[in-house]
Each structure stands twice: as C-alpha cells, then as structure tokens.
C-alpha cells in the first residue's frame, strides 16, 4: 500500500520507505546497526533482496528536512555505503538533493529522491 507522499516526520518518512520496500519483495527493517572499519553505524532502513543470487543490499538515508540536501551529506553517505559494503543506497527525502549532491552521484551507486519519485 502505497502510503499519503506528505510524511509529517522523519520516523513516518523512514517506516514508510521500509513499509514499501518490503511489499515489494525485499526483506527490510528500520534503525540496523551496521559493523564498519571505523565501528558500529546506525542507518535508516537497511534491505536485501534475498532473491538475487548476490542477495543485493540497499541501505537508505531518510531526510524529512525542508531544504533540499546538500553535498556533505551525500559525501558522507558514501563512505558508509563502502563500509557497510552495500550494493545500492538511497537517500530518500522531502525536498530531493542541491545540484551540487546530485551532480556528485551521477557516477556512483546513490540516488537522491523524494518518497514520491521512490
């Protein structure tokens, strides 16, 4: 079910991206605690599609701000990306990502979006 696209909240924002993950097939949860080189990260929603021979990762940052999100903050992003050594990430968000954010992942394996675009 796909839930109302105005989120009141960061919470709401982040149940409902996991909520949709899983009614499409993958298997997710909110608030998971990974192991990195640099210790233990706390991410939004963390999901495997338990189907694909690799079982691919997604990790999603959750971002219910009223200003598009900068570049430091997809910068960021990335190096726990490498670390918790995820296939795809996702930072889902009410207002998408500054240009210079979304210039930066043009090449990489991160998306900025809005739930609505999700």
């Not at 991206?17 to 605690?33: K, Q, Y």
């Not at 192991?35 to 999603?60: C, F, Q």
């Not at 954010?101 to 090449?107: D, H, P």
């Amino acid at each position: 079910m796909i839930d109302d696209y105005d989120v009141s909240n960061w919470r709401e924002l982040q149940n409902s991206v996991c909520r949709l993950f899983n009614e499409v097939g993958l298997i997710a949860n909110t608030e998971v605690s990974l192991s990195t080189p640099r210790g233990v990260v706390e991410v939004d929603v963390y999901a495997v599609d338990e189907r694909s021979i690799d079982k691919v990762s997604y990790i999603v940052e959750c971002k219910n701000w009223s200003s598009a999100i900068p570049q430091h903050v997809v910068h960021s992003f990335t190096t726990v990306m490498q670390e918790a050594g995820a296939n795809i990430g996702y930072i889902v968000s009410r207002e998408g990502l500054q240009s210079g954010a979304e210039k930066y992942t043009k090449n990489t394996n991160i998306r900025g979006l809005t739930y609505q675009d999700l």
